[in-house]
């Protein structure tokens, strides 16, 4: 089992639509989570942390995170064609290090 | 803004050469990491550092070294570079707990 694992890709959605992102992880010690943005050939970018249960809001994006589930999810309101993109979650390991999952490419369709 | 930079966007090397990527940073994180980011594989960690001259190796050690003798500069080291090395490096800083900062990445091509 991979330590941070997402939902394979790519995700499609129309303009204006909810895009919903997952990842489970397997370190039940793990304490931070993170979502970022990586564009083609760019380097990822933070856009979302999360440390607690419960939503984390912050503009058209929600963070959801259920420490009992093991899961985090990343939900993106009224999608827009910039939002396409590769999503990265990242979990932290002991001493600080994170732990990437293999990305979910989305792609919104005007 | 925290800002990491990598000093070269874009690096050709021949095969055997010795091949230094240098990162600073200029907001005083403690930790600076050097990961590696390939097609199907994701970003995977090569070596870490919590501390001035401290280093760690990561997951994927093998063929790389390191240096740190200053809290903004971190450098990834080559010794002889192959093929298999041609990659996106990733430099990233942080304050411990909180998210990366990643430099623009260095795509390094070994011939």
């Known amino acids: 089992q991979k330590e941070v694992e997402q939902n394979s890709g790519p995700l499609s959605v129309p303009e204006g639509a909810i895009a919903s992102l997952n990842c489970t992880y397997s370190d039940r010690g793990s304490q931070s989570f993170f979502w970022y943005r990586q564009y083609s050939g760019k380097s990822p970018e933070l856009i979302m942390s999360?440390?607690?249960?419960g939503d984390k809001e912050d503009g058209r994006f929600t963070a959801q995170l259920n420490k009992a589930s093991q899961y985090v999810s990343l939900l993106i309101r009224d999608s827009q064609p910039s939002d396409s993109a590769t999503y990265l979650c990242a979990v932290n390991r002991a001493g600080g290090k994170l732990i990437f999952g293999q990305g979910t490419e989305l792609s919104v369709k005007p | 803004d925290v800002k990491v930079t990598q000093s070269s966007r874009y690096l050709v090397k021949r095969t055997g050469e010795k091949v230094f990527l240098e990162c600073v940073q200029d907001m005083d994180h403690e930790n600076m990491f050097w990961y590696r980011q390939d097609p199907g594989l994701g970003l995977r960690l090569i070596y870490f550092s919590y501390d001035v001259k401290m280093k760690e190796k990561g997951d994927i050690p093998e063929g790389y070294s390191v240096s740190r003798e200053k809290k903004e500069r971190f450098s990834l080291i080559l010794e002889s570079a192959s093929t298999n090395q041609t990659s996106m490096y990733l430099c990233?800083?942080?304050?411990?707990?909180?998210?990366?900062?990643f430099g623009s990445g260095t795509r390094l091509t070994v011939v």
């Open positions: 990233a800083s942080s304050v411990r707990g909180y998210g990366y900062t």
């Open positions: 999360i440390y607690s249960n």
